[in-house]
């Protein structure tokens, strides 16, 4: 699998990083790069849920997506496979550390030529999305 991985350290508990990803209202305000807005049709957070949304584009273009969530742990883990293309498996890790939360953002794909078409859109995608996260945590861009 080819990885692309990011961490990020939120002043927040891990209960209420967990929170946002867990809520479906709250994810959709959140997921995705800048400029993108979500529509969820099914949102089954709980493990073997599936998860159909659209993502809207800047320009209204809308891309489909379908993922599974495979595992779950409270305030702790949710590992997301995207079974649509391109496929490839994201994993969110919530580690708590005195002052906040060390969250590790891995999405994994298996075919490393479509992680190299992708590389240029997804590296600062990532970043952005979790750029999101933090404004819905109530908290200003926060690197590292």
Not at 21 to 39: E, I, M, Q, T, Y
Not at 66 to 84: G, T
């Amino acid at each position: 699998m080819t990885p692309f991985s990011t961490t990020r350290h939120f002043p927040s508990k891990p209960a209420d990083v967990f929170a946002a990803v867990k809520d479906g209202k709250r994810l959709a305000r959140w997921w995705g790069p800048n400029g993108f807005s979500n529509r969820f049709e099914v949102f089954e957070f709980q493990p073997g849920g599936r998860w159909i949304f659209s993502m809207i584009g800047p320009d209204g273009t809308v891309y489909p997506n379908e993922s599974v969530f495979s595992r779950i742990e409270a305030d702790r883990l949710v590992v997301i496979r995207h079974i649509c293309p391109p496929v490839f498996e994201l994993t969110i890790t919530l580690e708590p550390l005195d002052d906040g939360t060390r969250l590790e953002w891995v999405q994994a794909f298996s075919d490393p030529s479509v992680a190299r078409a992708v590389a240029h859109i997804v590296a600062p995608a990532n970043e952005e999305n979790l750029d999101r996260l933090g404004a819905e945590l109530g908290l200003d861009k926060h690197p590292g």
